[in-house]
């Protein structure tokens, strides 16, 4: 990794032999991410609804299970439209992701925007907030043993970490820029900040005028916590944790999901990372193939960092074991 000078030479991947594929794949299916997003909303309002209902501990626990599954996909979502990938219509883009997926998770489309470009363009130096943000946290520090690995497993579980993840996402949040702080030279201007507060308004309102507050607030913010602080947190350290870094290709992981991954932690292929860093405008349908057509050269499969599973990358940050030496 870099302290944000110049990068060496022969850094970059060349992307000129594959731009005729990527304005193929470069499309956005509007239809298609509509229904997405709705059914995450069906599903949601459905299990809270069910688990009200039944009003009982397992059911409450299995909504919130299911609930979390949801968030983690809105968060996701919300990743594709701040690249402008959620709707082909960036107006429509911005005001449905606000909507119905970044302010429901106490976020901003616009302010999680402008620090997600600069990582773009300054991925792993100090430039890029994320890496700045790894090198002060303890608990993004690797490779990790056994022990230490659990611990922070158990930590994030439980909460116990969880004003590292607050602090970070302070950036992204209308709450903690309501004053217009003008962070990374962006001006929050106050049409969006009333916007947030009449969707705050209207839909907390709605929530507290229920008489079933304390149930709907805890079925979606408490799986909401322990997604951000849990899951999340282990799709964000596959991405550039513990890579050389020596090339384009191998700063950033690609993790080749299991079907559990895509449940909890990786959904809409967002563990195709490296093809998204290299190709930003290839929206989450298309990234797949998008790796497929890579790894075929064996130059770039060669030098990619791709990673079977989310249990793999635990393994590649954690420290080899010790052999012992024959008596």
């Given at each position: 990794m870099t302290d944000g000078k110049e990068r060496a030479p022969g850094y970059r991947y060349s992307r000129r032999g594959t731009l005729p594929l990527i304005r193929e794949l470069?499309?956005?299916?509007?239809?298609?991410?509509?229904?997405?997003?709705?059914?995450?909303?069906?599903?949601?309002?459905?299990?809270?609804?069910?688990?009200?209902?039944?009003?009982?501990?397992?059911?409450?626990?299995?909504?919130?299970?299911?609930?979390?599954?949801?968030?983690?996909?809105?968060?996701?979502?919300?990743?594709?439209?701040?690249?402008?990938?959620?709707?082909?219509?960036?107006?429509?883009?911005?005001?449905?992701?606000?909507?119905f997926v970044a302010y429901p998770l106490v976020l901003s489309i616009d302010l999680y925007r402008v620090a997600h470009m600069v990582h773009h363009r300054h991925t792993n130096t100090m430039q890029d907030y994320d890496y700045r943000v790894q090198r002060k946290d303890p608990d993004q520090h690797f490779p990790k043993n056994r022990k230490a690995m659990i611990t922070l497993f158990f930590r994030s579980l439980f909460g116990l970490n969880y004003y590292r993840v607050a602090r970070a996402a302070r950036v992204w949040s209308p709450i903690a820029n309501f004053h217009n702080p003008r962070r990374f030279g962006f001006d929050y201007r106050l049409g969006l900040r009333l916007r947030y507060v009449a969707w705050a308004v209207v839909v907390y309102g709605l929530i507290l005028w229920s008489p079933w507050r304390w149930q709907i607030l805890g079925l979606y913010m408490i799986p909401q916590f322990i997604w951000a602080n849990l899951f999340n947190r282990i799709r964000a350290m596959a991405e550039h944790v513990g890579v050389p870094d020596a090339v384009e290709l191998n700063g950033t992981r690609t993790v080749i999901p299991t079907l559990l991954d895509r449940l909890l932690i990786a959904p809409f292929n967002v563990s195709y990372h490296l093809e998204h860093h290299l190709f930003p405008s290839v929206p989450w349908t298309n990234l797949r193939r998008l790796h497929v057509h890579l790894m075929a050269d064996p130059d770039y499969a060669g030098q990619a960092h791709v990673t079977q599973g989310y249990w793999g990358v635990v393994k590649e940050l954690m420290p080899p074991p010790v052999e012992k030496e024959a008596a």
């Open positions: 470069s499309v956005v299916d509007d239809r298609r991410n509509a229904l997405l997003l709705a059914f995450q909303w069906v599903v949601i309002v459905a299990a809270i609804i069910i688990a009200i209902r039944v009003h009982n501990v397992a059911v409450y626990l299995l909504a919130g299970l299911v609930v979390g599954t949801r968030i983690q996909c809105l968060a996701v979502m919300m990743h594709d439209a701040c690249h402008g990938l959620l709707f082909s219509n960036r107006r429509v883009n911005d005001l449905i992701a606000d909507i």
